[in-house]
């Protein structure tokens, strides 16, 4: 546990917080999986802003996007984030890419698994972060080739995280095999982020927590919105949580000998 600070991390995301029953657990690693366009880059975001506002060091550690890109994708939410998140990207300057092959952008057309990983634990000593996302898994998938060689390859990034203070948020894409679920069985928690497009209406965004382990948490489907100024989260209603408080006091009928026979009125 960090001095000074509660042992769950709020996300910063209004209504998230409410379903996780406070925020995530500190000093864990999660899982945020999604397809493109459903919000998880907001919600990172935030995250990590949350705890910039906390005095954190927060790392934002990106293998798909460029720091330009990035910043743009998060001032068209009306996001932000100035100097207070640090931002290490694997992504490689364009001198770097042969325009007759098709290649991963990646820090250099020939880095291997072991590489990138070991860039991103060196980014990592280096700041010594409180909270660390790290977008996305699909390029470690790509690099790893192999179910077996991209699970050891996670486990090994959890063994490592888990020996320092930092509260890990892992972005997937989803985009590789949608029933891929390796990752959730080395995670403390997954949050799912899913985006519907029914034939008639507007589009809808909701959000499920599917395993929160040794927490309690508000299970189901929650809608969520993308508006200017990042993701809002609208906790499901339970009606065992709405109750009415009632006035018990004793009503008179107004005759005498009546109410007599009720003990005093209804």
Do not use: W
Not at 25 to 32: A, G, I, K, P, Q
Not at 95 to 103: G, K, P, R, T, Y
Not at 135 to 146: H, N
């Amino acid at each position: 546990m960090i001095d000074g600070l509660s042992t769950k991390a709020r996300t910063g995301v209004r209504g998230l917080d409410d379903v996780l029953s406070g925020g995530l657990t500190r000093r864990h690693v999660f899982l945020l999986e999604g397809t493109p366009g459903t919000g998880k880059t907001t919600i990172a975001l935030q995250f990590l802003l949350e705890g910039a506002t906390l005095k954190e060091r927060c790392l934002y550690i990106s293998l798909s996007e460029s720091e330009e890109e990035l910043r743009e994708s998060a001032l068209s939410h009306g996001i932000e984030f100035g100097d207070s998140i640090e931002i290490f990207e694997l992504v490689p300057p364009e001198s770097l890419l042969d325009a007759d092959q098709q290649q991963s952008l990646l820090y250099s057309s020939d880095l291997e698994l072991g590489e990138t990983t070991k860039l991103i634990f060196e980014a990592f000593e280096r700041l010594k972060p409180q909270r660390v996302v790290i977008d996305s898994l699909s390029e470690i998938r790509l690099l790893a080739q192999s179910s077996l060689r991209y699970r050891r390859q996670i486990l090994a990034m959890k063994h490592f995280f888990s020996r320092s203070d930092a509260t890990v948020l892992l972005l997937d894409d989803m985009t590789s095999d949608n029933l891929d679920k390796t990752v959730h069985s080395v995670v403390h928690g997954v949050l799912h982020l899913e985006q519907l497009a029914p034939d008639y209406g507007s589009e809808r965004r909701r959000l499920r927590v599917i395993k929160y382990r040794g927490q309690a948490f508000r299970g189901g489907y929650h809608d969520f919105v993308i508006k200017t100024g990042g993701v809002s989260v609208f906790p499901r209603l339970r009606a065992i949580e709405h109750k009415t408080a009632f006035d018990r006091a004793i009503l008179k009928s107004g005759i005498a000998e009546f109410d007599d026979l009720l003990g005093g009125g209804i």
